[in-house]
């Protein structure tokens, strides 16, 4: 590609999502073989620990790399491009964020993490290596819905920070021959469909909602890893009913949205 056509380009803020999004990756991956470990020595623990956190740093990382693209109006990257233009009322430049794939799956993530968090600052005792050891697994399965890369013919994820002209329906457009094309352009904005106030709310609540099964979802499998088949019940129990009602507040929100 001529290098004329990057003059205007922050290729800068993409290499550090980029960076973020393959750390995000990594650490839950570290976490998951650290937690799994604890199960069998309590040693590991500390570093499991330690990589989860430093995979809530990197998921908060990428989502406000991603934040001060939408706002700064990148439209060099095609996840800005694709969601939102300069027209559009700041209160929607927020709602950009998780109207694609990309920004979704992180904002499950970021819930996940969030989750993830409290639970594991809450249990303390013999649960905590396996709960978390599936909540480490359910997280390298999401964060590598970002990554972007092809394994063979099989592409893994779809990257937020891919450049316009390195996205396959773009790359070919005459006006990113022009050097100077983001003097240009303006973004394709939001479906107007969704312009509109729930869009602002009804997504964080309903993957709130997602990620608010995991938890039981955990105690479950942590229960026949540990074969305590009826103690973990009464742990999962509140978790459950604050599942149900977060969902059921987002799926009330989605009623009234339609």
Same mark, same amino acid.
Request: one cysteine or more; proline letters at 6%.
């Given at each position: 590609m001529n290098e004329l056509n990057n003059i205007g380009e922050h290729i800068w803020i993409g290499k550090i999502g980029n960076g973020f999004v393959v750390l995000s990756f990594l650490a839950s991956l570290l976490a998951l073989i650290g937690f799994y470990l604890s199960t069998k020595n309590k040693d590991y623990l500390k570093f499991a620990r330690n990589a989860f956190y430093l995979h809530g740093i990197s998921v908060v990382g990428i989502a406000s790399t991603l934040f001060i693209m939408l706002f700064s109006h990148y439209y $060099?990257?095609?996840?800005?491009? +694709? /969601? %939102?233009?300069?027209?559009?009322?700041?209160?929607?430049?927020? %709602?950009?964020?998780? $109207? =694609? +794939? $990309? =920004? %979704?799956?992180?904002?499950?993530?970021?819930?996940?993490v969030v989750l993830g968090l409290i639970l594991q600052r809450s249990l303390k005792n013999e649960w905590e290596?396996? &709960?978390? !050891?599936?909540? %480490?697994? !359910? +997280? &390298?399965?999401? !964060?590598s819905m970002i990554m972007g890369i092809y394994i063979g013919d099989y592409k893994m994820g779809s990257n937020p920070f891919l450049l316009l002209r390195e996205h396959p329906d773009f790359m070919n457009l005459p006006f990113l021959q022009i050097p100077?094309?983001?003097?240009?352009?303006? =973004?394709? =904005?939001?479906?107007?469909?969704?312009?509109?106030?729930?869009?602002?709310? /009804?997504?964080?609540?309903?993957?709130?909602g997602f990620s608010a099964t995991l938890p039981p979802f955990a105690f479950a499998i942590a229960a026949l890893w540990n074969k305590k088949y009826h103690d973990w019940q009464s742990i999962a129990l509140p978790w459950t009913f604050f599942g149900i009602l977060i969902l059921g507040v987002g799926i009330l929100m989605g009623g009234a949205w339609a």
């Open positions: $060099e990257y095609q996840y800005v491009y +694709q /969601h %939102s233009n300069n027209e559009m009322p700041m209160r929607f430049i927020m %709602s950009c964020f998780w $109207e =694609g +794939q $990309e =920004g %979704s799956f992180l904002l499950w993530t970021f819930w996940n290596a396996p &709960v978390m !050891a599936v909540f %480490s697994l !359910a +997280q &390298v399965f999401l !964060a100077n094309y983001l003097e240009k352009i303006d =973004g394709r =904005g939001l479906n107007p469909l969704l312009m509109n106030y729930w869009m602002t709310i /009804h997504p964080p609540t309903l993957f709130l």
